[in-house]
């Protein structure tokens, strides 16, 4: 018998969604109909327990998929599951299972103390007031809900009320989070400890977690997965550590020798792109998939005494911004 866990948490086959947009054309009568293809056949499955960053830049198409797994909207093309369920005809048993946090929507009661709002979506959850409380208390501790707890929700800043929705999707203890944009518009501070909360609840839960983001530190915190799409399909999928490599991008090893040399010699492939300080600093480029570090070191290592190092790494922003640019 399959159990939840060999089922894959999201599994999306050539899912698309297309909209009609009519407009309207300056000197004609009537409108045009038009077709945007927001989503164009993505293919993606997402195992238990797994945390995906999804992410693309303003268009791509995470929305739509997120509105898709979540039941809001039907595919116009392809087929999903989520938890094994059909979204849409199964949206009601689904949020059961689910937590879902869109930045910009709320599902907190805006007159209402927050608390109410808890009370209100446990007893649609059909919490136990044992499990009600024990887990409100475990939210509240794990993200310092306790100063506002009474205040209406309409009084809240913008990072208390962040703080709260993600509470309200957590709640029920959902096997799958999906989160749309959940640091957007928060401070420093209020992200690391939003990011902090969901790590801690993920190792102690198992939870599976989807998240779109254009944060990037949010993803390198949370996910070990990164899945980057543009117009409509994925353009990258695979772990964030092997990304650099994916992509070639060099990378740049600093080595400061402990005595002056004017040339060193680097395996084929390797390129000096500096020598300064007189001969002690020599910075060096390489591409991570071809070239490892310590078999570099040991090259370097065998002609001259080497003093100190540092290494370092082009941002996943940027490579992301990259992948962008490629596909446009
Ligand atoms: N209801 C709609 N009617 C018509 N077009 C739409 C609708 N919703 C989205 N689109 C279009 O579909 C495409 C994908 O939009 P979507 O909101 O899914 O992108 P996104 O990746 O979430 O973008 P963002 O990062 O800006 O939120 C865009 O071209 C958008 O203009």
């Known amino acids: 018998m399959s159990t939840p866990e060999d089922v894959p948490a999201i599994s999306l086959q050539d899912l698309s969604r297309e909209y009609v947009v009519r407009t ?15 989503v164009d056949g993505i293919t993606l499955d997402v195992a ?51 937590g879902v946090v869109f930045g910009q929507r709320s599902q907190l009661w805006w007159d209402l103390p927050l ?35 009474d205040r209406p929700v309409r009084q809240l800043s913008l990072g208390q009320r962040m703080r709260g929705e993600l509470a309200a999707a957590l709640l029920h203890s959902p096997r799958l989070v999906i989160l749309d944009e959940p640091t ?18 993920r190792a102690e839960r198992g939870t599976t ?4 983001t254009h944060d990037m530190t949010d993803v390198e915190r949370l ?21 650099r490599e994916a992509l070639g991008a060099p990378r740049e090893l600093v080595v400061d020798l402990a005595e002056p040399r004017r040339e060193i010699s680097v395996p084929d492939g390797v390129t000096v792109m500096a020598v300064e ?26 002609q001259a005494e080497i003093a100190d190092l540092t290494l370092g790494e082009p941002a996943i922003e940027d490579l992301v911004r990259e992948i962008y640019a490629r596909g446009r």
């Not at 945390?51 to 797994?69: D, R």
Request: overall charge positive.
């Open 24 to 38: 309207r054309r300056p000197g004609r009568l009537g409108r045009t109909r038009g077709v945007v293809r927001a």
């Open 48 to 98: 238990a327990g797994e945390s995906v960053g999804f992410v693309g830049a303003n268009g791509a198409g995470k929305s739509t998929t997120i509105k898709m797994m979540t039941g809001i909207l039907q595919p116009t093309g392809g087929g999903l599951r989520v938890l094994g369920r059909s979204p849409v005809p199964e949206r009601r048993q689904l949020a059961r299972e689910v």
């Open 115 to 149: 608390r109410d709002s808890y009370g209100i979506l446990a007893a649609m959850h059909r919490l136990t007031p044992a499990q009600h409380e024990s887990r409100l208390a475990r939210l509240v501790v794990g993200l310092d809900l306790s100063g506002f707890l």
């Open 184 to 201: 957007i518009g928060l401070d420093m501070v209020s992200k690391e400890g939003l990011r902090r909360f969901l790590r801690q609840d």
């Open 209 to 212: 977690l989807f998240l779109t």
């Open 223 to 243: 996910c070990d997965r990164l899945v980057v799409v543009n117009s409509g399909t994925v353009a990258y999928d695979g772990a964030l550590d092997g990304f």
């Open 277 to 302: 300080a007189d001969g002690i600093r020599h910075r060096i480029q390489f591409n991570g998939g071809e070239h490892k570090v310590p078999a570099l070191l040991a090259h370097i290592g065998a």
